[in-house]
């Protein structure tokens, strides 16, 4: 999977992805983060990608000409499954849509700024909105960093343990059960007995009935769905 990433501040982004798990992706060559400048793109010298809004207000909003002309920069050397605007007004990201962008091969994510994109950008260009939350960051970048993250973890052949994606929280609706490491006494404090029993068969049952536990105590909008 290639994803292009397109932003006036790359460097927000960059050690994110050059750190385990992803690091490990890219260097099985099954995920390529690609991030891009848009003041490459700029209208002017100084490297301006953003104007006043019509109509007035506070806020700078991002141009046009600078977005139209990364974007299809990057369309006309391949194509996109999905051009993506993160946006607190685009759909929740959550597991399922991580899911499902970890199937695609090419994705282009735009990162905004100040008060936005102009909106004929969004009309035109982009095909899907995503917000990781009802709460307003200072731009897109990080929002882009999550997403990223999300979904290059579970692109097949990423995680040494095959399966081990498959038991983390909300996979199954489920929130994940406890997990516990050496010492198996810890100031007292005891590992359950049934992990350290040998019988897998009865941890597996535990395991799930724990995550029933969790899911029913923090989550329970997770089991009425
Ligand atoms: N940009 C600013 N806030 C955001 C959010 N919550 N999600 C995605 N992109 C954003």
């Not at 790359?10 to 995920?31: D, V």
């Not at 929280?169 to 050496?182: E, G, H, I, W």
């Not at 359950?192 to 597996?204: E, F, R």
Request: aromatic share 8%; proline share 4%.
């Amino acid at each position: 999977m290639r994803i292009d990433i397109i932003s006036v501040m790359p460097e927000l982004m960059e050690s994110a992805f050059s750190h385990s798990i992803m690091k490990r992706a890219q260097e099985k060559e099954l995920l390529y983060v690609h991030t891009h400048q848009l003041r490459e793109w700029a209208v002017n010298e100084y490297g301006q990608v953003d104007d006043y809004q019509y109509g007035g207000g506070a806020g700078m909003v991002m141009m046009c000409e600078p977005l139209a002309k990364a974007i299809e920069s990057l369309k006309s050397e391949r194509q996109y499954d999905e051009i993506i605007y993160m946006t607190p007004d685009g759909q929740t990201f959550d597991q399922p849509m991580a899911n499902q962008l970890s199937l695609k091969n090419n994705l282009m994510i735009i990162c905004g700024h100040y008060k936005g994109i102009d909106q004929r950008i969004r009309d035109h260009y982009i095909t899907k909105e995503i917000s990781i939350g009802d709460f307003v960051l200072s731009g897109g970048e990080l929002a882009a960093a999550v997403v990223v993250d999300a979904i290059g973890r579970i692109i097949p052949g990423v995680l040494n343990n095959e399966t081990s994606a498959l038991f983390d929280s909300f996979q199954d609706k489920l929130l994940a059960s406890p997990v516990y490491t050496r010492p198996a006494d810890f100031n007292g404090w005891k590992v359950p007995d049934i992990l350290l029993s040998g019988d897998l068969k009865k941890i597996d049952e535990w395991r799930y009935e724990q995550s029933i536990e969790r899911t029913k105590q923090r989550r329970p909008d997770l089991l009425d769905e």
